[in-house]
């Protein structure tokens, strides 16, 4: 089992920036890849950005050129750096670590005011 504890959500105007943080429990964590998803009300949970262990990143269209993601395995973190926010990023933004299984974190709320 892995323990993913998400953090850094909050409230922000529209145009601004939060990071997002996620822990994970394991000695492995270099060897998953890890993504943040979210999921807005009525809508279906959808990935936001995801990095391998090698460090490969890939980014939904909606979020290019305005989230990063990034890892430090010596502190087994990831994290979503979110800039120029839109009241449309608005969601529960979810840690995920998957390897030969997925485990979920218990999500961080992002709201984004115009």
């Known amino acids: 089992q892995v323990q993913l504890v998400e953090s850094g959500g909050g409230l922000v105007q529209s145009g601004g920036s939060l990071r997002l943080s996620c822990i994970a429990s394991?000695?492995?964590?270099?060897?998953?890849?890890m993504g943040w998803y979210r999921q807005a009300p009525g809508k279906q949970r959808e990935l936001v950005a995801a990095?391998?262990?090698?460090?490969?990143?890939n980014y939904a269209d909606s979020v290019k050129g305005r989230f990063t993601i990034s890892r430090d395995n010596d502190k087994n973190t990831v994290y979503l750096q979110m800039n120029s926010l839109k009241p449309e990023d608005t969601a529960v933004y979810f840690c995920n670590a998957r390897s030969i299984l997925a485990f979920w974190g218990q999500g961080t709320q992002v709201t984004v005011s115009s």
């Open positions: 990095i391998t262990s090698g460090g490969s990143t």
């Open positions: 394991t000695s492995s964590f270099s060897i998953y890849t």
